[in-house]
């Protein structure tokens, strides 16, 4: 009996070695600048290990756009649990893993504060609460690709599905809750 303890005790142990995943590096941030319509804008973003491979990213980003001829900011603050599913894939196949270099799941929550700040074309200066828009809290379902490039460069690409939710109740009825989550981002990681 005491044989057949010690052989599984050794079995277990043989695949505790050899199975060790591949750990997501332990803290990563940065700048990045997003170049599609709901991504868009400038993010300092930090993203926390909090398992293998699992994250946490929390997100500050200041958007920009273009409304009746004129510039607006829009403050958002994000979060975002990440999932990197191939980080041991990666590794085995000789690619590069470092900096969270591979594909992730994610549920992206932001809040998307009024617009408060623009600069008036018109009258050429810039104004605050004329350009009021709308609170609204997001939530989005991604699939991404995340790749570094260098060593302080990296990329991000992604798509999804997600609700948005107005707290205005006219706003909230007059434009449609779902919408196509679309993210093209560079940044540049300030520490690792």
């Avoid at 332990?26 to 909090?50: D, S, T």
């Avoid at 990440?82 to 000789?94: C, D, F, P, Q, T």
């Avoid at 107005?166 to 009825?173: A, C, E, F, G, V």
Wanted: charged content about 15%.
């Amino acid at each position: 009996m005491k044989a057949f303890y010690v052989s599984v005790f050794l079995l277990a142990i043989t695949f505790q070695t050899f199975s060790q995943e591949t750990p997501a590096e332990k803290r990563v941030g940065g700048l990045q600048v997003g170049l599609i319509n709901n991504n868009g804008g400038v993010a300092y973003y930090h993203e926390q290990i909090i398992s293998h491979n699992f994250t946490l990213r929390g997100e500050a980003i200041v958007g920009f756009g273009w409304l009746n001829k004129s510039i607006i900011c829009a403050p958002t603050l994000a979060i975002q649990p990440r999932w990197y599913y191939n980080l041991n894939k990666r590794e085995a196949s000789g690619n590069d893993i470092t900096r969270n270099s591979a594909n992730f799941l994610g549920l992206h929550v932001s809040y998307k504060f009024p617009y408060n700040l623009g600069y008036n074309s018109n009258i050429s200066q810039w104004e605050s609460n004329g350009f009021k828009g709308q609170n609204s809290v997001n939530l989005a379902a991604n699939w991404g690709v995340r790749r570094a490039l260098g060593s302080r460069l990296n990329y991000e690409v992604g798509v999804g599905l997600g609700y948005r939710y107005y707290t205005n109740k006219d706003y909230r009825l007059a434009n449609a809750p779902l919408f196509l989550s679309l993210s093209l981002r560079f940044g540049f990681d300030i520490y690792k």
